[in-house]
């Protein structure tokens, strides 16, 4: 029967993380020593346990090895670079050409050096500008239109608000317009059409008062 698969997870009782730790640990160890040996490989192994225990293993000088691999990281660090400065030098410069093109672009959208456009070019342009003009024109409408539900959703509220406070007087709202208010007729055979006038006549130590009525 074979071994089942072993979940990779961090073993939780100490006794058997220490003695798996131990096994694999020499296995390791064993491994990195075939390698060197068989292969004529330069190897160099450093462990350290879960109690900061070292363990290594070299095939020639641990220090040698060492500063062999720092060599060779800080070479492929700096060569990288010089094709990333070219890389990043070619890209510079196509965003120039694209940024000088849009520049030249957006100034004949403004009407400005079109001496040099020909007709098909001066064609185009006007069907973009036509584009452009149909998009904004149809954002406005939009606009306009969620501005006025806006102001039909205030002006609910402001209704509301306003019949609210009438009802708390205890009083009807008036619900007749302003221009209704001005145009009722004036009766001329109204009783309250009658204007009493006081007028003062003479000086002021001896004034009489006349009262005058209008018909």
Not at 54 to 82: C, G, V, W
Not at 104 to 114: A, M, N, Q, T, Y
Not at 166 to 172: L, N, P, R, S, T
């Amino acid at each position: 029967m074979g071994r089942g698969k072993i979940q990779m997870r961090r073993i939780e009782n100490d006794t058997s993380r220490q003695v798996t730790f131990s096994k694999r640990r020499n296995g390791l160890l064993k491994k990195a020593f075939e390698l060197s040996v068989l292969c004529d490989a330069e190897v160099a192994l450093i462990i350290f346990s879960p109690r900061d225990k070292l363990y290594e293993f070299a095939s020639s000088s641990m220090q040698e090895t060492i500063e062999r691999y720092m060599r060779h990281t800080k070479d492929n660090r700096t060569k990288p670079s010089e094709q990333n400065m070219q890389y990043l030098k070619t890209e510079e410069a196509n965003m120039l050409k694209k940024i000088e093109l849009l520049e030249v672009s957006r100034r004949k959208l403004l009407g400005e050096g079109l001496g040099s456009c020909r007709l098909e070019e001066l064609q185009q342009m006007e069907r973009q500008l036509e584009r452009s003009i149909s998009s904004v024109r149809a954002r406005k409408t939009q606009v306009f239109k969620e501005q006025i539900e806006q102001l039909k959703e205030k002006e609910k509220v402001l209704a509301a608000e306003n019949a609210r406070l009438f009802e708390k007087c205890g009083m009807q709202p008036w619900r007749g317009s302003k221009e209704q208010k001005e145009n009722i007729p004036y009766d001329e055979s109204s009783p309250n059409s009658d204007v009493e006038t006081e007028l003062f006549i003479g000086p002021p130590e001896g004034r009489t008062k006349c009262n005058l009525q209008q018909r």
